[in-house]
Protein backbone atom coordinates (compact mmCIF):
# COMPACT_ATOMS: atom_id res chain seq x y z
CA UNK A 1 0.00 0.00 0.00
CA UNK A 2 1.16 3.53 -1.29
CA UNK A 3 2.71 5.33 1.98
CA UNK A 4 0.33 8.33 3.39
CA UNK A 5 2.78 10.27 5.81
CA UNK A 6 5.88 10.90 4.17
CA UNK A 7 5.59 14.58 5.36
CA UNK A 8 5.31 13.60 8.73
CA UNK A 9 8.79 12.05 8.22
CA UNK A 10 10.24 14.31 6.43
CA UNK A 11 9.20 17.03 9.30
CA UNK A 12 10.78 15.01 12.05
CA UNK A 13 14.15 14.75 10.02
CA UNK A 14 13.88 18.45 9.67
CA UNK A 15 17.09 19.32 11.81
CA UNK A 16 19.04 16.54 10.38
CA UNK A 17 21.28 16.07 7.76
CA UNK A 18 20.54 12.53 6.47
CA UNK A 19 23.78 10.52 5.09
CA UNK A 20 22.27 7.40 4.39
CA UNK A 21 18.72 5.19 4.67
CA UNK A 22 18.26 1.58 4.52
CA UNK A 23 15.01 -0.73 4.60
CA UNK A 24 14.71 -3.11 6.69
CA UNK A 25 11.93 -5.52 8.82
CA UNK A 26 13.16 -5.35 12.33
CA UNK A 27 10.35 -6.93 13.97
CA UNK A 28 9.42 -9.55 11.33
CA UNK A 29 5.65 -8.34 10.66
CA UNK A 30 6.47 -8.57 6.63
CA UNK A 31 6.88 -4.71 6.44
CA UNK A 32 10.01 -2.94 5.81
CA UNK A 33 10.42 -0.13 8.04
CA UNK A 34 12.94 3.08 7.91
CA UNK A 35 16.40 3.33 9.38
CA UNK A 36 17.98 6.54 8.75
CA UNK A 37 21.26 7.87 9.85
CA UNK A 38 22.54 11.47 9.97
CA UNK A 39 24.23 14.25 12.07
CA UNK A 40 21.40 16.32 14.18
CA UNK A 41 22.09 20.13 13.53
CA UNK A 42 20.64 20.42 17.06
CA UNK A 43 22.87 19.35 20.27
CA UNK A 44 22.56 16.31 21.74
CA UNK A 45 19.65 15.57 19.41
CA UNK A 46 19.58 12.40 17.79
CA UNK A 47 20.77 11.86 14.19
CA UNK A 48 19.63 8.19 13.60
CA UNK A 49 15.65 7.45 13.43
CA UNK A 50 13.64 4.12 13.46
CA UNK A 51 10.26 4.68 11.25
CA UNK A 52 7.91 1.52 11.85
CA UNK A 53 6.19 0.47 8.81
CA UNK A 54 2.03 -0.31 10.29
CA UNK A 55 1.77 -2.18 7.15
CA UNK A 56 -1.57 0.55 6.15
CA UNK A 57 0.25 2.81 4.57
CA UNK A 58 1.89 4.85 7.69
CA UNK A 59 5.14 4.94 9.22
CA UNK A 60 5.60 5.87 13.15
CA UNK A 61 8.89 7.01 14.52
CA UNK A 62 10.15 4.46 16.94
CA UNK A 63 13.69 5.83 17.67
CA UNK A 64 13.26 5.67 21.43
CA UNK A 65 13.53 1.76 20.74
CA UNK A 66 17.09 2.76 19.48
CA UNK A 67 20.17 3.10 22.71
CA UNK A 68 20.53 6.50 23.74
CA UNK A 69 23.95 6.62 22.59
CA UNK A 70 23.21 5.98 18.86
CA UNK A 71 23.46 9.62 18.10
CA UNK A 72 24.84 9.59 14.47
CA UNK A 73 25.99 7.76 11.79
CA UNK A 74 27.48 8.43 8.26
CA UNK A 75 26.12 4.94 6.63
CA UNK A 76 24.46 1.21 7.35
CA UNK A 77 24.86 -2.08 6.96
CA UNK A 78 22.21 -4.22 7.30
CA UNK A 79 22.00 -8.25 8.25
CA UNK A 80 21.84 -10.36 10.82
CA UNK A 81 25.08 -10.19 12.85
CA UNK A 82 24.25 -13.00 15.07
CA UNK A 83 22.04 -15.46 13.21
CA UNK A 84 19.16 -15.16 15.10
CA UNK A 85 16.46 -14.63 12.95
CA UNK A 86 16.07 -10.72 12.97
CA UNK A 87 17.80 -8.01 11.38
CA UNK A 88 21.04 -6.15 12.68
CA UNK A 89 22.43 -3.14 11.89
CA UNK A 90 26.14 -1.86 11.60
CA UNK A 91 26.60 1.93 11.41
CA UNK A 92 29.84 3.81 10.75
CA UNK A 93 30.13 6.98 12.92
CA UNK A 94 31.30 10.24 11.34
CA UNK A 95 34.61 9.84 12.62
CA UNK A 96 35.33 5.85 11.06
CA UNK A 97 34.53 4.16 13.86
CA UNK A 98 31.79 1.58 13.74
CA UNK A 99 29.01 -0.01 16.08
CA UNK A 100 26.20 -2.05 16.25
CA UNK A 101 22.77 -1.92 16.85
CA UNK A 102 21.65 -5.77 17.96
CA UNK A 103 17.96 -6.37 17.55
CA UNK A 104 17.01 -8.10 20.65
CA UNK A 105 13.16 -9.31 20.14
CA UNK A 106 12.66 -8.13 16.96
CA UNK A 107 12.76 -12.84 16.20
CA UNK A 108 9.52 -12.92 17.90
CA UNK A 109 7.79 -12.79 14.40
CA UNK A 110 8.74 -15.94 12.38
CA UNK A 111 11.00 -15.18 9.39
CA UNK A 112 12.70 -16.95 5.83
CA UNK A 113 16.42 -16.23 5.48
CA UNK A 114 17.21 -17.55 1.89
CA UNK A 115 20.86 -17.81 -0.29
CA UNK A 116 20.19 -17.92 -4.05
CA UNK A 117 22.98 -20.37 -5.58
CA UNK A 118 23.57 -19.59 -9.27
CA UNK A 119 23.67 -22.65 -12.07
CA UNK A 120 27.22 -23.74 -11.67
CA UNK A 121 27.27 -27.25 -13.87
CA UNK A 122 30.21 -28.12 -11.70
CA UNK A 123 32.35 -24.99 -12.71
CA UNK A 124 32.56 -21.41 -11.77
CA UNK A 125 29.55 -18.98 -12.78
CA UNK A 126 28.77 -15.67 -13.65
CA UNK A 127 26.49 -14.17 -10.62
CA UNK A 128 26.51 -16.96 -8.27
CA UNK A 129 24.83 -15.34 -5.62
CA UNK A 130 21.47 -14.16 -8.04
CA UNK A 131 22.11 -10.73 -7.37
CA UNK A 132 19.21 -8.87 -9.74
CA UNK A 133 16.76 -12.06 -9.06
CA UNK A 134 13.58 -10.98 -8.06
CA UNK A 135 12.00 -12.67 -5.38
CA UNK A 136 7.96 -13.24 -4.31
CA UNK A 137 6.55 -14.52 -1.19
CA UNK A 138 3.43 -15.14 0.18
CA UNK A 139 2.04 -16.05 3.84
CA UNK A 140 -1.10 -15.99 4.79
CA UNK A 141 -2.60 -12.48 3.72
CA UNK A 142 0.79 -11.25 3.51
CA UNK A 143 2.94 -10.88 0.08
CA UNK A 144 6.37 -9.86 -0.36
CA UNK A 145 8.61 -9.20 -2.43
CA UNK A 146 12.35 -8.20 -3.19
CA UNK A 147 15.16 -7.21 -5.98
CA UNK A 148 17.99 -9.17 -4.61
CA UNK A 149 21.12 -6.96 -3.80
CA UNK A 150 22.69 -9.10 -1.25
CA UNK A 151 23.99 -12.79 -0.40
CA UNK A 152 22.17 -13.35 2.69
CA UNK A 153 17.95 -12.51 1.94
CA UNK A 154 15.90 -12.29 5.02
CA UNK A 155 11.81 -12.01 5.24
CA UNK A 156 10.11 -11.48 7.97
CA UNK A 157 6.66 -13.23 7.94
CA UNK A 158 4.81 -12.00 10.50
CA UNK A 159 2.75 -14.62 13.04
CA UNK A 160 2.45 -17.08 9.96
CA UNK A 161 3.90 -20.38 10.65
CA UNK A 162 5.32 -20.84 7.32
CA UNK A 163 5.33 -19.55 3.40
CA UNK A 164 2.95 -20.58 1.35
CA UNK A 165 4.95 -20.15 -1.86
CA UNK A 166 8.44 -18.42 -2.24
CA UNK A 167 8.68 -18.01 -6.30
CA UNK A 168 12.10 -16.86 -7.46
CA UNK A 169 12.78 -15.00 -10.89
CA UNK A 170 16.48 -15.60 -12.32
CA UNK A 171 18.35 -12.90 -13.86
CA UNK A 172 17.81 -14.76 -17.24
CA UNK A 173 14.03 -15.17 -16.77
CA UNK A 174 13.45 -18.47 -15.72
CA UNK A 175 10.93 -18.53 -12.86
CA UNK A 176 11.48 -21.56 -9.60
CA UNK A 177 8.54 -21.82 -7.09
CA UNK A 178 9.15 -23.24 -3.90
CA UNK A 179 6.11 -24.67 -2.12
CA UNK A 180 5.27 -24.17 1.85
CA UNK A 181 8.95 -23.93 2.78
CA UNK A 182 9.15 -23.94 6.83
CA UNK A 183 9.89 -20.78 8.84
CA UNK A 184 12.78 -19.78 11.17
CA UNK A 185 15.57 -21.39 9.05
CA UNK A 186 17.98 -20.86 6.24
CA UNK A 187 16.87 -21.85 2.81
CA UNK A 188 19.80 -22.70 -0.10
CA UNK A 189 18.01 -22.48 -3.67
CA UNK A 190 20.01 -23.61 -6.44
CA UNK A 191 18.77 -22.48 -10.17
CA UNK A 192 17.05 -25.27 -12.28
CA UNK A 193 17.40 -25.45 -15.75
CA UNK A 194 15.25 -24.12 -18.22
CA UNK A 195 16.19 -26.03 -21.52
CA UNK A 196 13.72 -26.37 -23.97
CA UNK A 197 12.55 -29.70 -26.32
CA UNK A 198 9.19 -31.46 -25.56
CA UNK A 199 9.69 -35.20 -23.45
CA UNK A 200 8.78 -38.57 -24.00
CA UNK A 201 6.84 -41.10 -21.94
CA UNK A 202 6.00 -44.55 -22.54
CA UNK A 203 3.64 -47.30 -21.21
CA UNK A 204 6.24 -49.92 -19.85
CA UNK A 205 3.63 -52.47 -18.40
CA UNK A 206 3.26 -50.98 -15.33
CA UNK A 207 3.57 -47.21 -15.74
CA UNK A 208 4.39 -43.90 -17.76
CA UNK A 209 8.40 -43.60 -17.27
CA UNK A 210 10.62 -40.95 -19.04
CA UNK A 211 11.72 -42.13 -22.28
CA UNK A 212 14.12 -39.55 -24.25
CA UNK A 213 13.71 -35.45 -24.92
CA UNK A 214 12.28 -35.08 -28.74
CA UNK A 215 12.37 -32.40 -31.57
CA UNK A 216 16.05 -31.72 -30.65
CA UNK A 217 16.69 -30.31 -34.13
CA UNK A 218 15.02 -27.20 -33.57
CA UNK A 219 15.64 -24.53 -31.94
CA UNK A 220 13.87 -21.07 -33.22
CA UNK A 221 15.37 -17.81 -33.52
CA UNK A 222 18.26 -19.18 -31.33
CA UNK A 223 21.08 -17.01 -31.71
CA UNK A 224 24.49 -18.60 -32.96
CA UNK A 225 26.51 -15.45 -33.35
CA UNK A 226 26.76 -11.96 -33.87
CA UNK A 227 29.68 -10.94 -37.14
CA UNK A 228 29.66 -7.41 -38.32
CA UNK A 229 27.13 -6.27 -35.83
CA UNK A 230 24.10 -8.34 -37.27
CA UNK A 231 22.92 -11.10 -35.12
CA UNK A 232 22.75 -14.98 -36.93
CA UNK A 233 19.96 -18.01 -36.03
CA UNK A 234 19.52 -21.47 -35.84
CA UNK A 235 18.34 -22.68 -39.29
CA UNK A 236 14.55 -22.78 -39.72
CA UNK A 237 14.05 -26.25 -40.68
CA UNK A 238 11.39 -28.64 -38.82
CA UNK A 239 13.43 -31.41 -36.38
CA UNK A 240 13.08 -34.52 -38.16
CA UNK A 241 14.01 -37.22 -35.78
CA UNK A 242 13.71 -40.59 -35.29
CA UNK A 243 15.05 -41.53 -32.31
CA UNK A 244 15.12 -45.15 -30.57
CA UNK A 245 12.71 -46.32 -27.76
CA UNK A 246 14.25 -49.85 -26.32
CA UNK A 247 11.60 -52.52 -26.06
CA UNK A 248 11.79 -52.30 -22.43
CA UNK A 249 10.30 -48.77 -22.29
CA UNK A 250 7.34 -49.65 -24.43
CA UNK A 251 4.17 -52.65 -24.02
CA UNK A 252 1.46 -53.00 -25.31
CA UNK A 253 -2.29 -52.52 -23.41
CA UNK A 254 -5.22 -53.91 -24.53
CA UNK A 255 -3.06 -54.04 -28.11
CA UNK A 256 -2.54 -50.12 -27.70
CA UNK A 257 0.92 -48.68 -27.52
CA UNK A 258 0.71 -45.51 -25.86
CA UNK A 259 3.09 -42.43 -25.33
CA UNK A 260 3.27 -39.44 -23.88
CA UNK A 261 4.52 -36.26 -25.17
CA UNK A 262 4.89 -33.10 -22.81
CA UNK A 263 5.76 -29.91 -22.67
CA UNK A 264 7.72 -28.77 -19.35
CA UNK A 265 9.93 -26.32 -20.18
CA UNK A 266 9.81 -22.54 -20.80
CA UNK A 267 8.68 -23.26 -24.50
CA UNK A 268 6.57 -23.06 -27.43
CA UNK A 269 6.17 -26.54 -29.34
CA UNK A 270 4.94 -27.14 -32.62
CA UNK A 271 4.16 -30.54 -33.14
CA UNK A 272 3.39 -31.59 -36.86
CA UNK A 273 3.90 -35.41 -37.18
CA UNK A 274 4.29 -37.76 -34.78
CA UNK A 275 4.78 -41.63 -35.98
CA UNK A 276 5.68 -44.82 -34.26
CA UNK A 277 7.99 -47.20 -36.19
CA UNK A 278 8.32 -51.14 -34.94
CA UNK A 279 11.38 -52.69 -35.78
CA UNK A 280 11.95 -56.25 -35.28
CA UNK A 281 15.19 -58.06 -35.66
CA UNK A 282 17.32 -61.08 -34.43
CA UNK A 283 18.21 -60.43 -30.75
CA UNK A 284 21.59 -61.21 -32.37
CA UNK A 285 22.19 -57.76 -33.07
CA UNK A 286 21.11 -54.69 -32.15
CA UNK A 287 19.57 -51.98 -33.86
CA UNK A 288 20.27 -48.09 -33.82
CA UNK A 289 20.09 -44.48 -35.02
CA UNK A 290 21.81 -41.37 -35.46
CA UNK A 291 21.08 -39.47 -32.84
CA UNK A 292 23.45 -37.22 -32.96
CA UNK A 293 22.65 -33.30 -33.44
CA UNK A 294 24.21 -31.72 -37.13
CA UNK A 295 22.87 -29.34 -39.56
CA UNK A 296 20.05 -29.69 -42.14
CA UNK A 297 19.85 -31.90 -44.52
CA UNK A 298 18.56 -34.36 -41.41
CA UNK A 299 19.71 -38.09 -42.52
CA UNK A 300 16.08 -38.97 -42.29
CA UNK A 301 15.51 -42.93 -41.49
CA UNK A 302 18.59 -44.44 -41.19
CA UNK A 303 19.07 -47.68 -39.30
CA UNK A 304 22.56 -49.16 -37.97
CA UNK A 305 22.67 -53.08 -37.29
CA UNK A 306 25.03 -53.73 -34.74
CA UNK A 307 27.25 -57.18 -34.23
CA UNK A 308 30.28 -58.28 -33.14
CA UNK A 309 30.09 -55.50 -30.35
CA UNK A 310 33.55 -54.83 -28.67
CA UNK A 311 34.88 -52.26 -26.18
CA UNK A 312 38.17 -51.02 -26.29
CA UNK A 313 41.09 -51.99 -25.22
CA UNK A 314 42.11 -48.90 -23.60
CA UNK A 315 40.71 -45.41 -22.79
CA UNK A 316 42.81 -42.27 -21.92
CA UNK A 317 41.66 -38.83 -21.45
CA UNK A 318 43.43 -35.06 -21.32
CA UNK A 319 45.62 -36.06 -18.48
CA UNK A 320 46.67 -39.60 -18.98
CA UNK A 321 43.63 -41.32 -16.85
CA UNK A 322 42.06 -44.71 -17.30
CA UNK A 323 38.46 -43.91 -17.88
CA UNK A 324 37.63 -47.77 -19.11
CA UNK A 325 35.38 -48.75 -16.14
CA UNK A 326 33.43 -45.06 -17.36
CA UNK A 327 32.77 -46.27 -20.91
CA UNK A 328 32.17 -49.66 -20.52
CA UNK A 329 28.76 -50.22 -19.46
CA UNK A 330 25.58 -48.58 -20.33
CA UNK A 331 25.21 -48.17 -16.18
CA UNK A 332 24.58 -44.21 -15.27
CA UNK A 333 28.08 -44.40 -14.46
CA UNK A 334 29.03 -40.76 -16.17
CA UNK A 335 32.64 -39.93 -17.80
CA UNK A 336 33.23 -36.38 -16.09
CA UNK A 337 36.61 -35.17 -14.42
CA UNK A 338 36.99 -32.31 -16.85
CA UNK A 339 37.16 -28.85 -16.07
CA UNK A 340 34.27 -26.56 -17.43
CA UNK A 341 34.87 -22.61 -18.55
CA UNK A 342 33.16 -19.75 -17.74
CA UNK A 343 29.97 -20.36 -19.66
CA UNK A 344 27.33 -23.66 -19.06
CA UNK A 345 27.87 -26.68 -21.95
CA UNK A 346 31.58 -25.50 -22.72
CA UNK A 347 34.29 -27.32 -21.03
CA UNK A 348 38.29 -26.90 -21.32
CA UNK A 349 39.12 -28.60 -24.27
CA UNK A 350 39.68 -32.14 -24.02
CA UNK A 351 40.43 -35.49 -25.30
CA UNK A 352 39.77 -38.86 -25.10
CA UNK A 353 41.91 -41.55 -26.76
CA UNK A 354 40.25 -44.93 -27.25
CA UNK A 355 42.52 -48.19 -28.75
CA UNK A 356 39.96 -50.43 -30.49
CA UNK A 357 42.63 -53.23 -30.48
CA UNK A 358 43.50 -55.64 -32.81
CA UNK A 359 41.85 -55.01 -36.28
CA UNK A 360 43.71 -54.98 -40.00
CA UNK A 361 41.44 -51.88 -40.41
CA UNK A 362 39.91 -53.10 -44.08
CA UNK A 363 36.28 -53.89 -42.58
CA UNK A 364 33.38 -51.94 -41.62
CA UNK A 365 34.16 -50.28 -38.12
CA UNK A 366 31.35 -48.00 -36.16
CA UNK A 367 32.07 -46.27 -33.49
CA UNK A 368 28.51 -45.69 -31.16
CA UNK A 369 28.93 -43.65 -28.12
CA UNK A 370 25.97 -43.31 -26.35
CA UNK A 371 25.40 -40.11 -23.73
CA UNK A 372 23.91 -36.80 -23.55
CA UNK A 373 24.87 -33.18 -23.64
CA UNK A 374 24.12 -30.30 -20.96
CA UNK A 375 23.54 -27.55 -23.55
CA UNK A 376 24.84 -23.54 -23.95
CA UNK A 377 21.18 -21.33 -24.21
CA UNK A 378 20.37 -18.48 -26.06
CA UNK A 379 22.20 -15.91 -24.02
CA UNK A 380 25.15 -18.12 -23.30
CA UNK A 381 25.18 -17.91 -27.47
CA UNK A 382 25.19 -14.56 -27.26
CA UNK A 383 28.04 -13.91 -24.67
CA UNK A 384 30.15 -16.66 -26.37
CA UNK A 385 29.60 -14.80 -29.66
CA UNK A 386 30.94 -11.74 -28.44
CA UNK A 387 34.10 -13.39 -27.50
CA UNK A 388 37.19 -13.34 -28.85
CA UNK A 389 38.90 -16.36 -26.11
CA UNK A 390 36.33 -19.44 -26.02
CA UNK A 391 34.99 -20.86 -29.54
CA UNK A 392 32.60 -24.03 -29.20
CA UNK A 393 34.13 -27.09 -30.99
CA UNK A 394 31.68 -29.97 -31.83
CA UNK A 395 33.35 -33.84 -31.08
CA UNK A 396 35.57 -34.33 -33.81
CA UNK A 397 37.91 -37.58 -34.39
CA UNK A 398 41.72 -37.67 -35.40
CA UNK A 399 44.33 -40.66 -36.68
CA UNK A 400 47.68 -41.07 -36.33
CA UNK A 401 49.07 -40.10 -39.46
CA UNK A 402 52.68 -41.55 -41.12
CA UNK A 403 54.28 -38.53 -39.28
CA UNK A 404 52.96 -39.89 -36.20
CA UNK A 405 50.80 -36.82 -35.49
CA UNK A 406 47.08 -36.86 -35.03
CA UNK A 407 45.33 -35.74 -38.17
CA UNK A 408 41.67 -34.93 -38.28
CA UNK A 409 39.99 -37.49 -40.29
CA UNK A 410 36.18 -36.18 -39.08
CA UNK A 411 35.87 -32.69 -38.52
CA UNK A 412 32.32 -32.46 -36.92
CA UNK A 413 31.04 -35.72 -35.90
CA UNK A 414 28.04 -33.87 -33.92
CA UNK A 415 26.65 -34.04 -30.41
CA UNK A 416 24.08 -35.73 -28.80
CA UNK A 417 20.96 -34.73 -29.08
CA UNK A 418 19.52 -34.32 -25.46
CA UNK A 419 19.54 -37.05 -22.58
CA UNK A 420 20.34 -41.07 -23.42
CA UNK A 421 21.25 -40.21 -26.90
CA UNK A 422 23.40 -42.16 -29.63
CA UNK A 423 26.10 -40.81 -31.62
CA UNK A 424 27.35 -43.03 -34.60
CA UNK A 425 30.58 -42.37 -36.46
CA UNK A 426 31.75 -44.68 -39.93
CA UNK A 427 35.23 -45.18 -39.26
CA UNK A 428 35.74 -47.28 -42.31
CA UNK A 429 39.05 -46.52 -44.11
CA UNK A 430 39.36 -43.36 -41.91
CA UNK A 431 42.85 -44.80 -40.72
CA UNK A 432 45.70 -43.26 -42.39
CA UNK A 433 48.15 -46.09 -40.64
CA UNK A 434 48.36 -49.70 -38.52
CA UNK A 435 47.78 -47.36 -35.29
CA UNK A 436 44.08 -47.40 -35.26
CA UNK A 437 44.09 -45.48 -31.77
CA UNK A 438 41.14 -42.99 -32.35
CA UNK A 439 41.13 -39.02 -30.41
CA UNK A 440 37.89 -38.11 -29.92
CA UNK A 441 38.32 -33.87 -28.78
CA UNK A 442 35.77 -31.20 -28.12
CA UNK A 443 35.30 -28.91 -25.52
CA UNK A 444 30.84 -29.23 -25.22
CA UNK A 445 29.83 -30.54 -21.71
CA UNK A 446 29.02 -34.12 -23.05
CA UNK A 447 28.88 -36.92 -20.69
CA UNK A 448 29.34 -40.06 -21.90
CA UNK A 449 28.00 -43.27 -20.61
CA UNK A 450 28.85 -46.30 -22.91
CA UNK A 451 31.50 -46.52 -25.64
CA UNK A 452 32.04 -49.09 -28.23
CA UNK A 453 32.94 -50.41 -31.44
CA UNK A 454 30.94 -52.52 -33.74
CA UNK A 455 30.53 -53.74 -37.16
CA UNK A 456 27.20 -52.77 -39.26
CA UNK A 457 25.18 -55.80 -40.94
CA UNK A 458 24.18 -54.41 -43.82
CA UNK A 459 21.91 -56.76 -45.20
CA UNK A 460 20.00 -58.16 -41.84
CA UNK A 461 16.52 -59.54 -41.97
CA UNK A 462 15.02 -56.41 -40.47
CA UNK A 463 11.15 -55.76 -40.24
CA UNK A 464 9.89 -51.85 -39.92
CA UNK A 465 6.47 -51.61 -39.88
CA UNK A 466 4.58 -48.27 -39.59
CA UNK A 467 1.82 -48.46 -36.82
CA UNK A 468 -1.64 -46.83 -37.24
CA UNK A 469 -2.19 -44.19 -34.88
CA UNK A 470 -5.67 -44.64 -33.62
CA UNK A 471 -5.89 -41.26 -31.13
CA UNK A 472 -4.34 -38.35 -30.34
CA UNK A 473 -5.61 -36.11 -27.37
CA UNK A 474 -4.04 -32.65 -25.84
CA UNK A 475 -5.27 -31.78 -22.41
CA UNK A 476 -3.24 -29.99 -19.23
CA UNK A 477 -1.65 -32.16 -17.04
CA UNK A 478 1.15 -30.02 -15.41
CA UNK A 479 5.02 -30.72 -14.58
CA UNK A 480 6.78 -34.02 -13.33
CA UNK A 481 9.00 -33.86 -10.65
CA UNK A 482 12.93 -33.68 -11.95
CA UNK A 483 16.05 -35.57 -10.19
CA UNK A 484 19.38 -36.83 -11.10
CA UNK A 485 19.87 -39.44 -13.24
CA UNK A 486 22.81 -41.22 -12.22
CA UNK A 487 24.00 -38.67 -9.45
CA UNK A 488 25.95 -35.30 -9.67
CA UNK A 489 27.02 -36.10 -13.62
CA UNK A 490 23.85 -37.69 -14.82
CA UNK A 491 21.08 -35.88 -17.20
CA UNK A 492 18.26 -34.04 -15.52
CA UNK A 493 15.66 -36.76 -15.62
CA UNK A 494 11.74 -36.72 -14.65
CA UNK A 495 9.27 -38.68 -12.42
CA UNK A 496 6.00 -38.93 -14.25
CA UNK A 497 4.10 -40.48 -11.05
CA UNK A 498 4.91 -36.79 -9.20
CA UNK A 499 3.21 -33.57 -11.08
CA UNK A 500 3.18 -30.33 -9.71
CA UNK A 501 0.12 -27.60 -11.15
CA UNK A 502 0.33 -24.33 -11.70
CA UNK A 503 1.77 -21.86 -13.84
CA UNK A 504 5.97 -22.84 -13.63
CA UNK A 505 7.11 -20.37 -16.28
CA UNK A 506 6.12 -17.26 -17.75
CA UNK A 507 4.33 -18.16 -20.94
CA UNK A 508 4.82 -17.44 -24.34
CA UNK A 509 1.32 -15.53 -25.50
CA UNK A 510 -0.56 -16.07 -27.78
CA UNK A 511 -3.12 -18.59 -29.26
CA UNK A 512 -2.12 -22.35 -28.96
CA UNK A 513 -4.21 -25.39 -29.87
CA UNK A 514 -7.72 -25.93 -28.14
CA UNK A 515 -7.99 -28.90 -25.68
CA UNK A 516 -9.18 -32.12 -27.05
CA UNK A 517 -8.96 -34.26 -30.26
CA UNK A 518 -5.59 -33.60 -32.47
CA UNK A 519 -5.40 -36.61 -34.56
CA UNK A 520 -5.78 -34.78 -37.79
CA UNK A 521 -2.65 -32.71 -36.74
CA UNK A 522 0.11 -34.91 -36.27
CA UNK A 523 -0.61 -37.86 -38.80
CA UNK A 524 0.98 -35.62 -41.76
CA UNK A 525 3.88 -32.96 -42.18
CA UNK A 526 1.71 -30.25 -43.29
CA UNK A 527 1.75 -27.13 -41.29
CA UNK A 528 -1.09 -27.89 -39.51
CA UNK A 529 0.50 -28.51 -36.64
CA UNK A 530 -0.62 -28.83 -32.58
CA UNK A 531 0.59 -26.05 -30.68
CA UNK A 532 1.28 -26.78 -26.70
CA UNK A 533 1.65 -24.67 -24.15
CA UNK A 534 4.35 -25.54 -20.64
CA UNK A 535 2.45 -28.04 -18.85
CA UNK A 536 0.37 -29.13 -21.72
CA UNK A 537 0.76 -33.02 -22.65
CA UNK A 538 -0.73 -34.75 -25.66
CA UNK A 539 -1.70 -38.46 -25.12
CA UNK A 540 -0.98 -40.71 -28.57
CA UNK A 541 -2.40 -43.88 -28.85
CA UNK A 542 -0.90 -46.51 -31.94
CA UNK A 543 -2.95 -49.95 -32.47
CA UNK A 544 -0.82 -52.94 -32.57
CA UNK A 545 -3.08 -55.06 -34.56
CA UNK A 546 -0.50 -54.94 -38.08
CA UNK A 547 2.06 -56.53 -35.74
CA UNK A 548 3.14 -59.81 -36.99
CA UNK A 549 3.95 -62.31 -33.86
CA UNK A 550 8.19 -62.37 -33.05
CA UNK A 551 9.37 -65.43 -34.26
CA UNK A 552 11.80 -67.29 -31.81
CA UNK A 553 15.49 -65.18 -31.05
CA UNK A 554 13.41 -61.91 -32.27
CA UNK A 555 13.39 -58.84 -30.48
CA UNK A 556 10.83 -55.81 -31.09
CA UNK A 557 12.41 -52.31 -30.38
CA UNK A 558 10.67 -48.85 -31.74
CA UNK A 559 11.54 -45.74 -33.25
CA UNK A 560 9.57 -42.40 -32.51
CA UNK A 561 9.16 -39.83 -35.35
CA UNK A 562 8.52 -36.09 -34.27
CA UNK A 563 8.30 -33.74 -36.80
CA UNK A 564 8.13 -30.03 -35.47
CA UNK A 565 9.82 -26.98 -34.04
CA UNK A 566 10.43 -25.94 -30.12
CA UNK A 567 10.91 -22.13 -29.08
CA UNK A 568 12.14 -21.66 -25.83
CA UNK A 569 11.05 -18.12 -23.92
CA UNK A 570 14.65 -17.07 -23.18
CA UNK A 571 15.10 -13.67 -22.91
CA UNK A 572 17.61 -13.77 -26.27
CA UNK A 573 15.60 -16.14 -28.35
CA UNK A 574 14.00 -14.32 -31.46
CA UNK A 575 10.16 -13.78 -30.65
CA UNK A 576 10.92 -15.57 -27.43
CA UNK A 577 7.66 -14.28 -25.72
CA UNK A 578 5.14 -15.09 -28.10
CA UNK A 579 3.44 -17.83 -30.39
CA UNK A 580 3.67 -15.96 -33.57
CA UNK A 581 5.39 -15.48 -35.93
CA UNK A 582 4.27 -19.19 -36.95
CA UNK A 583 6.71 -21.49 -38.57
CA UNK A 584 6.63 -23.37 -41.75
CA UNK A 585 7.92 -26.05 -43.86
CA UNK A 586 10.08 -24.31 -46.52
CA UNK A 587 10.65 -21.19 -44.38
CA UNK A 588 14.42 -19.66 -44.93
CA UNK A 589 14.63 -18.13 -41.28
CA UNK A 590 13.85 -17.34 -38.23
CA UNK A 591 12.76 -14.60 -37.65
CA UNK A 592 11.49 -14.80 -40.67
CA UNK A 593 12.37 -12.61 -43.80
CA UNK A 594 10.71 -10.31 -45.76
CA UNK A 595 10.41 -13.32 -48.44
CA UNK A 596 9.63 -15.46 -45.42
CA UNK A 597 5.48 -14.81 -45.68
CA UNK A 598 3.41 -17.94 -43.84
CA UNK A 599 1.12 -18.87 -46.06
CA UNK A 600 -1.99 -17.22 -46.80
CA UNK A 601 -4.22 -20.22 -47.96
CA UNK A 602 -8.04 -21.03 -47.07
CA UNK A 603 -6.50 -24.84 -45.45
CA UNK A 604 -4.67 -22.98 -43.21
CA UNK A 605 -6.91 -19.98 -42.46
CA UNK A 606 -9.16 -22.49 -41.52
CA UNK A 607 -6.96 -24.87 -39.09
CA UNK A 608 -5.93 -21.58 -37.53
CA UNK A 609 -9.64 -20.68 -36.80
CA UNK A 610 -10.96 -23.96 -35.76
CA UNK A 611 -7.83 -25.24 -33.53
CA UNK A 612 -5.93 -22.67 -32.08
CA UNK A 613 -8.58 -20.92 -30.48
CA UNK A 614 -6.68 -21.86 -27.21
CA UNK A 615 -5.64 -17.73 -25.67
CA UNK A 616 -2.36 -18.11 -23.17
CA UNK A 617 -1.64 -14.76 -21.53
CA UNK A 618 1.05 -13.88 -18.49
CA UNK A 619 -1.27 -12.64 -16.56
CA UNK A 620 -2.22 -16.46 -14.61
CA UNK A 621 2.03 -16.29 -14.11
CA UNK A 622 2.11 -12.77 -13.13
CA UNK A 623 -0.46 -13.24 -10.37
CA UNK A 624 -0.19 -16.64 -9.26
CA UNK A 625 2.06 -15.74 -5.78
CA UNK A 626 -0.26 -12.94 -5.36
CA UNK A 627 -3.16 -15.08 -5.68
CA UNK A 628 -1.85 -18.18 -3.95
CA UNK A 629 -3.61 -20.62 -1.31
CA UNK A 630 -2.62 -23.32 0.13
CA UNK A 631 -5.09 -25.95 -0.27
Known sequence: EKEKNTAEIFRSLDNVIVYDA???????????????????????????????????????NVSNLLPVEAKSGKQIAVFDYNNDGDVDAVI???????????????????????????????????????????????????????????????????????????????????PQNIFTPG??????????????????????????????????????????????????????????????????????????????????????????KLELVAIDHPDSIEIFVPEQFGPPPFPGLKIFNAAGKWLPVSAIDSYGNDVLSFISAR?????????SDKYQGVTEMRDL??????????????LLMNGWIFPTDASINVALSQSDNIKVTPPLIQVINKNGKWETVIDNLGFPMGKDKTVIADLTGKFLTKDHRIRIRTNMQIYWDEIFFSECIQDAPVVQTVMNTVSADLHYRGFSKPYRKGGRYGPHWFDYQVVEKGPKWRDLTGNYTRFGDVLPLIEESDN?????????????????????????????????????????????TAFGSTVLPLPFHGMKSYPPSESDIYPDISELKKYNREYNTRVVTADEYLNFVKGYERN
Open 528 to 572: KYVITNAGDETTVEFDSSSLLPLPDGWKRDFLIRSVGWVKDGDLN
Open 92 to 174: AGLNGGVFLLRNDGGNNNHFITMKLVGLRAGSAKNNHFGIGAKIEIRAGDLYESMVVTDPNIHFGIGSNSRADIIRIRWTNGV
Open 331 to 339: DDNFLSGFK
Open 353 to 366: VLDPGESDGKGNMF
Open 183 to 272: SDQALVEEQTLKGSCPFLYGWNGEEYIFVKDILWRSALGMPTGIMGGTTSYAFADASDDYIKIPAELLKPRNGIYSLQVTSELWETIYID
Open 22 to 60: AFLDFNNDGFLDLLVAGESLEKDERGINLFYNDGKGSFT
